[in-house]
């Protein structure tokens, strides 16, 4: 006879980036941290790979995806989700063509409203039927504006604040993606409600403008008792092990081809 945790489906979790908008080593610098040479320091650009029941769904075709791509081993994607559209979160959109031509299928994006506008209006050759197939990626944009099933999973799209303008988090089960963001607004507390895991944006102690700091990311998931804090977005300001070892317990940063898994 099964358990009843061998019949509840698996999300499997593998961080692709870690890193800050620059990457980490940053070019031009000789910190102690961009010439360290430790693994966990060298740091792609933010983005997440989520898979369950053979389904691959990517979070963000960051700058970094080709390489992310080879790292992990990555055959196939079958969706994309945007948390927003800056550039280090888009601008490996055009490696998607190659998961095209692997599979011979569309991919479809999903991302609210302005950030399906801006990939369109940005990368207006992609969405341009006039043009020939097969030297663009094949995407359909799906815009979300709630809680939606991908390939038998809810997703709960989660409003972000990231400066003056604006992210999107996204809640599996007992797991949260909430890189880039600055604030959460109260309307989705609510949303993170009971949760175990969540990799949110820690970009470096000191403050800034539209990022968390890392105190500050550790108290907002305090304040919702999650279990397990990851801090990802991480700036060359952070040595993974030095500063990881002054964390309070349940705080951890980061890596590249980190993985987790959840039972949903």
Sequence with gaps: MRSRSENRPRLDVVVLGSGTSTGVPTL???????????????????????SSAGRNILIDSATDLRQQALREGIGHL???????????????IDDLRAFNMHSGQAIPIYGDAA?????????????????????????????IGGPFELFGLL??????????????????????????????????????????????????????????????????????????????????????HRHGAALPPGAEFAYDGQRLFFLL
């Design 155 to 240: 997703i709960q799209p989660v409003p972000l604040h990231h400066g003056s303008g604006s992210s999107l988090g996204f809640r599996i089960g007992p797991f949260a993606y909430l890189t880039d963001c600055s604030a959460i607004p109260e309307t989705s507390l609510p949303l993170l409600r009971d949760l175990h895991t969540v990799i949110i944006d820690g970009l470096r102690f000191r403050p800034h403008s539209t990022h968390f700091n890392i105190p500050q990311a550790i108290e907002a998931m305090r304040e919702l008792h999650v279990q397990r804090i990851i801090l990802t977005h991480l700036s060359h300001d952070i040595d993974h």
């Design 78 to 92: 079958d969706a994309v989700l945007y948390t927003h559209t800056h550039a280090d979160h888009v601008n490996g």
């Design 115 to 143: 950030s399906i506008a801006v990939i369109q209006r940005v990368f207006a050759y992609i969405f341009d039927e006039e043009l020939e197939p097969g030297y663009r990626p094949r995407l359909e944009p799906r815009v």
């Design 28 to 50: 031009g610098c000789s910190c102690a941290v961009c010439t360290s040479g430790t693994p966990e320091n060298q740091r792609t650009r933010c983005s997440l790979l989520l």
